[in-house]
C-alpha cells in the first residue's frame, strides 16, 4: 500500500519533535459529523485518527498515560520521546472508535470525564446517537483496557470565572464521583475549555491529584500543563505546529487572531441558527 505524500513528509518534522520534547495530544469525539452537528469540529473522522496515531508510531514515540507522563517529568520537562493521548468529555467514539485503533498498537491513553454528562448527549454536538457521552459502564471498559480515567468537573463550567470554592466542588466532587464509579484513583484533571485561573489551579492542586493539563500552549508546569489539541479540519502541518507548541505563538499573531476572532463570530451566530431547528444540541 503507498503511503500518500503529505505523510513522508510530515515524518520527517515528527521525528525530529520526538527528539526535542515530549507531547500530551487532544481529542474529543472520532466520528464523521455533519457541519451543522458540529460546528466547532471537535469531533476527527476515524481514518484521519487512525493516521496520526500512525504517525506518532511511525516516529517512534513511546506511549504512556497523562499521569505516567506526569511522573516520569517529577515536576519539571518531562524527557523526550513520549506520547500522552487523552479525550475530553468521554464521549461515546472514545469507547467505540478511539479504543479499537490505539488497542491494536497497545496504547494506553486517558479520558476525562464530566460527570454530570454521562450517558447523555454532548452540549455542543448534535444529538445522534453516536455523539453522546459514555455511560458508567463504558468507562470500565476503557479502565479493564489499561486507561487511565481523568476528571473534568461535575458540568463543565468555566474555572476561570468561579471564586476557589465553587472551583473546589466541581473539581473535587468530579474526582470523588469517577472514583466511586471506577474504584481507581483519578490522578489528573482537565480544565474545562482549556480555561483556568489563580483560584481553580489551587482548587485543583488542593483536591488531590497529581496534575491538570490545559489546552493549547502551555507549561510543564505540572497544573497548567501543556496540550495539543487535535480538531477535524487540521491538516498535518498545522498538527506537528501544535505538537512542537508553536501553534499558539503563530495564532496569537494580529493578523490571524483578527481572522480566529472573525471565525468564532460566524460559528456563534451559525451555532443560534442551529439551535433554532430544534432539539439537536439539548442536553
Not at 109 to 123: E, N, Q
Not at 134 to 156: C, D, S
Request: hydrophobic share 40%; aromatic share 8%; with cysteine.
Amino acid at each position: 500500500m503507498s503511503v500518500p505524500p503529505a505523510r513522508t513528509l510530515c515524518l520527517g518534522p515528527l521525528q525530529a519533535i520526538r527528539r526535542r520534547r515530549s507531547v500530551i495530544v487532544g481529542y474529543h469525539g472520532i466520528a464523521r459529523s455533519p457541519v451543522w452537528d458540529d460546528l466547532s469540529r471537535l469531533q476527527v473522522r476515524p481514518t484521519r485518527f487512525r493516521a496520526q496515531v500512525e504517525m506518532l508510531v511511525e516516529a517512534g514515540f513511546k506511549f504512556v498515560t497523562v499521569a505516567e507522563l506526569v511522573r516520569l517529568a517529577s515536576g519539571q520537562e518531562p524527557p523526550p520521546g513520549y506520547a500522552a493521548i487523552s479525550f475530553d468529555d468521554a464521549m461515546r467514539t472514545t469507547v467505540t472508535a478511539a479504543l479499537p485503533v490505539l488497542r491494536e498498537y497497545g496504547i494506553r491513553a486517558t479520558a476525562y470525564v464530566t460527570i454530570g454528562f454521562l450517558g447523555r448527549v454532548s452540549p455542543w454536538i448534535g444529538a445522534k446517537r453516536e455523539n453522546r457521552i459514555a455511560t458508567a459502564e463504558e468507562l470500565l471498559e476503557l479502565a479493564a483496557a489499561g486507561w487511565e480515567l481523568g476528571a473534568h468537573t461535575m458540568t463543565h463550567p468555566d474555572l476561570s470565572l468561579l471564586d476557589y470554592d465553587a472551583c473546589r466542588r466541581e473539581i473535587e466532587d468530579s474526582k470523588s464521583a469517577l472514583e466511586r464509579i471506577s474504584g481507581l484513583p483519578v490522578e489528573t484533571f482537565a480544565y474545562p475549555f482549556g480555561s483556568y485561573g489563580p483560584a481553580s489551579v489551587q482548587a485543583a492542586r488542593d483536591s488531590g491529584f497529581i496534575a491538570a493539563v490545559s489546552t493549547g500552549g502551555g507549561s510543564w508546569d505540572p497544573f497548567r500543563l501543556t496540550r495539543a489539541m487535535v480538531g477535524n479540519l487540521d491538516p498535518m502541518p498545522l498538527v506537528l505546529l501544535k505538537l512542537d507548541d508553536r501553534y499558539e505563538l503563530l495564532m496569537g499573531s494580529p493578523p490571524i487572531n483578527v481572522l480566529r476572532q472573525r471565525s468564532k463570530q460566524i460559528r456563534r451566530w451559525a451555532q443560534k441558527q442551529s439551535d433554532g431547528r430544534g432539539p439537536a444540541n439539548t442536553s
